[in-house]
């Protein structure tokens, strides 16, 4: 590693795959609506052309290749925005890759963890992984 990269990743509801996350989520007709406009509604937030032709660039497949440190990812069961099977897919890759990584999962927790309980435990735990990698041996 070198001395200005990661010491540890924490993500929350990641995606693996976010072209077909996306395409999996839209609602029918985004894609003749995006044509028209150049871009479309997505969780109250306007998501352009540009941005959703560039998420094929991201490629965390190769991404998780290029670090050792260790990897936690966080993410809820029940997710109506980004499906259980993505966090699954960082711990596959991690495996073959030999890199340490650990999957968090919360069998209630919405998308954004809004209820008090889960954004609590989220954050406890974020900060009790991050923290021994932040302060100086």
Excluded at 27 to 47: C, E, F, M, N, S
Excluded at 63 to 86: C, F, G, K, N, W
Excluded at 104 to 126: I, K, M, N, S, V
């Amino acid at each position: 590693e070198a001395e200005t990269g990661s010491r540890a990743v924490a993500l929350w509801a990641a995606v693996y795959d976010m072209p077909r996350v996306f395409h999996a989520t839209a609602k029918t007709g985004l894609r003749a609506l995006l044509d028209h406009q150049g871009w479309v509604p997505y969780r109250g937030l306007r998501i352009g052309k540009a941005f959703i032709e560039q998420l094929a660039a991201v490629q965390p497949h190769d991404l998780l290749a290029q670090s050792q440190a260790p990897l936690r990812v966080y993410h809820s069961e029940i997710d109506e925005v980004v499906p259980v099977t993505e966090a699954e897919r960082y711990m596959q890759r991690c495996s073959e890759l030999g890199r340490p990584c650990t999957l968090e999962r919360f069998p209630t927790a919405d998308h954004d963890f809004l209820d008090y309980a889960d954004r609590q435990r989220l954050l406890g735990d974020t900060l009790e992984f991050l923290t021994p990698c932040l302060l100086p041996v």
